[in-house]
T-cell receptor, first 115, second 111 residues
């Protein structure tokens, strides 16, 4: 059974701190790993990672995939209160019946940034 | 603007009263999916559809039905809702580099 595990489940830090969120996976046929940010609404896309060791960056957020360790990290530097959200990791795998791929989600990391 | 439109945003109902949550996308995506999100359990897939008239069960399909008569619409039907179906529901369509485009969510409470 495909599995995606995120850690920590919850994290509280002060504004300005740097945080690292973890995502590990056990899947039979890896295609890509995606990160989403969810505030009080639908998840919004952050990054898609397919190749090991290549960092994706967007402002203060960055992410990297390690296919050998079957994991990914999401870094947020100089955190702001607006970074408070649930961060979801998902791994794309093909459905066993063929056709479109599916996403298996982790349970998310609830990040709270205190002023 | 590319979007997934989901209605209603909030719904409170009673046990056993049939309801439908609508979902529509304007991106001509073939693949659509329904998820429910519960605290501590993350996003779990209910049903998905790979094209018109093609639907299949996800991880938690019990108590739900779907239909895909047209490419753009993928309604979620609860024939006889129960309190354990109280949850936050998301419709999504699948395509491009962003993979999943999510609807804005439906917070359902079944009393």
């Amino acid at each position: 059974e495909d599995k995606v595990v995120q850690s920590p489940l919850s994290l509280v830090v002060h504004e300005g701190d740097t945080v690292t969120l973890n995502c590990s996976y056990e899947v039979t046929n890896f295609r890509s790993l995606l990160w989403y940010k969810q505030e009080k609404k639908a998840p919004t896309f952050l990054f898609m990672l397919t190749s090991s060791g290549i960092e994706k960056k967007s402002g203060r957020l960055s992410s990297i995939l390690d296919k050998k360790e079957l994991s990914s990290i999401l870094n947020i530097t100089a955190t702001q209160t607006g970074d408070s959200a649930i961060y979801l990791c998902a791994v794309e795998v093909p459905y066993s019946g063929g056709g479109a791929d599916g996403l298996t989600f982790g349970k998310g990391t609830h990040l709270i940034i205190q002023p | 603007e590319a979007q997934v439109t989901q209605n209603p945003r909030y719904l409170i109902t009673v046990t056993g009263k049939k309801l439908t949550v609508t979902c529509s996308q304007n991106m001509n995506h073939e693949y659509m999916s329904w998820y429910r999100q519960d605290p501590g359990l993350g996003l779990r897939q209910i049903y998905y559809s790979m094209n018109v008239e093609v639907t299949d069960k996800g991880d938690v399909p019990e108590g739900y039905k779907v239909s895909r008569k047209e490419k753009r619409n993928f309604p979620l039907i609860l024939e006889s809702p129960s309190p354990n179906q109280t949850s936050l529901y998301f419709c999504a369509s699948f395509g491009g580099d962003e993979k999943l485009f999510f609807g804005s969510g439906t917070q359902l409470s079944v009393l």
